[in-house]
């Protein structure tokens, strides 16, 4: 049997290629590459004539092992595996094979770092390929949305300092621990936080045992807003000091702890004016066991100007006494158990403590009988009940004036 002359089926695969019968033409050139595996020609001809893409890439790849600098074949390369990868895309791997490969042979392929970014393991590593294909082209609007969108992505998240709960952006409160966390506003430390109080605790001790091992600005600074929303105010200034004193802290802090000092020392000092304020006014001590009467008085007083002390009975009277001394003003029901107000009043004019002290009775008795009574234990005066409030207080304020207090 004659074997077949490469160099005619050549020129015959070459006259089928131009006459448009792509059967006979990839038949011919596959018989010549295998009769002349290195016919640099017959492996162009027939990656021309190659109907699916992996096939193209292949031949390619002979014609430019056979001769590395065939200018057809490194030109055809690139875009030949760019439509292998578009065939293969279902198989993420195999596609990002061919890609890698066209933009190892052609770094400036624009459509290949395309097809990379859009089969990326990562936002990172598609973020990147973007990058590329824009410093190919910068007017590549796909290649512009799309780094934008990735970008969007990869903006770093928020997370709490004190618990690391991640959230989208900063917040002033943290939602998951209930935290404040900036100095900025003050006075967000004015009253007692409702944090998750166990949480907070722990992330305390795991702040401290960082801070302890490795110093940050950042750390320190956290623990520090844990001390103060935990109602450590005092520990908490210390060690926001110190973190605003770390080369790493960020400028800000400076202001705002300086800021928070001020306020807070401002409050200290309103809350001490009020306080001594607060001491100036009489007292008057209600001694009734009838809380809605205590809360009435208490509160018709309160607002005349004076401080109230409630008892239930004389035993929690004699109690409030030791405590805090005696009042301006006792205020009793003569209708009590145990102790009634008749009795209990005999007993305040027997002791040196309270003997001076006006006593005022209130009571839903009426008539002459219980007046006298009264006054024969010593009260200064007597109202009954239900008592009218204008009234209650005119009487107090004849007995113990309150000071610069609109009468």
């Not at 409160?173 to 998750?196: H, N, Q, S, W, Y």
């Not at 844990?226 to 520990?235: R, V």
Request: some cysteine.
């Amino acid at each position: 049997m004659v074997q077949a002359d490469p160099a005619e089926l050549l020129n015959e695969g070459i006259a089928a290629a131009r006459s448009g019968d792509k059967p006979r033409t990839r038949s011919l050139f596959r018989q010549v590459t295998e009769l002349e595996p290195g016919n640099e020609v017959a492996w162009l001809w027939r990656a021309k004539s190659a109907d699916a893409p992996e096939e193209v890439v292949d031949c390619l790849r002979q014609a430019l092992a056979i001769n590395p600098h065939n200018e057809v074949a490194k030109a055809a390369l690139p875009d030949a595996l760019v439509r292998a990868a578009a065939a293969h895309q279902a198989d993420r791997p195999r596609a990002r094979q061919f890609l890698v490969e066209a933009t190892t042979v052609s770094p400036k392929h624009e459509l290949a770092w395309m097809w990379r970014a859009g089969l990326a393991d990562t936002p990172e590593e598609g973020a990147e390929h973007l990058r590329t294909v824009l410093g190919i082209n910068p007017q590549n609007a796909k290649a512009q949305a799309g780094l934008a969108k990735l970008q969007k992505q990869l903006a770093p998240r928020w997370t709490c300092p004190i618990c690391d709960h991640p959230e989208a952006d900063a917040r002033p409160l943290c939602p998951a621990c209930g935290c404040a966390l900036t100095l900025a506003v003050p006075e967000a430390f004015d009253v007692p936080r409702a944090i998750k109080r166990p949480a907070v605790e722990a992330a305390a001790k795991r702040l401290y045992a960082a801070a302890r091992d490795a110093q940050t600005a950042g750390g320190v600074f956290a623990l520090g807003l844990a001390y103060l929303n935990l109602g450590f105010a005092d520990e908490a200034t210390k060690t926001l000091r110190a973190a605003v004193r770390m080369p790493a802290a960020d400028p800000a802090w400076k202001d705002q702890l300086a800021r928070f000092t001020a306020h807070r020392e401002h409050a200290a000092r309103a809350g001490l004016t009020a306080a001594k304020a607060e001491r100036k006014k009489p007292v008057v001590m209600v001694v009734d066991d009838s809380p809605t009467i205590r809360k009435l008085v208490s509160a018709t007083l309160s607002a005349a100007g004076y401080r109230v002390a409630e008892a239930e009975s004389g035993y929690a009277a004699a109690d409030l006494i030791r405590e805090g001394g005696p009042p301006a003003v006792f205020l009793l029901d003569v209708n009590m158990p145990g102790i009634d107000g008749f009795s209990l009043c005999k007993t305040f004019r027997g002791s040196a403590e309270t003997a001076k002290v006006p006593v005022v009775f209130l009571t839903g008795k009426d008539g002459l009988f219980n007046k006298l009574r009264g006054q024969w234990a010593g009260a200064a005066e007597y109202l009954t009940k239900p008592f009218d409030p204008q009234k209650l207080t005119a009487v107090i304020a004849k007995l113990v004036p309150v000071p610069d207090h609109p009468q």
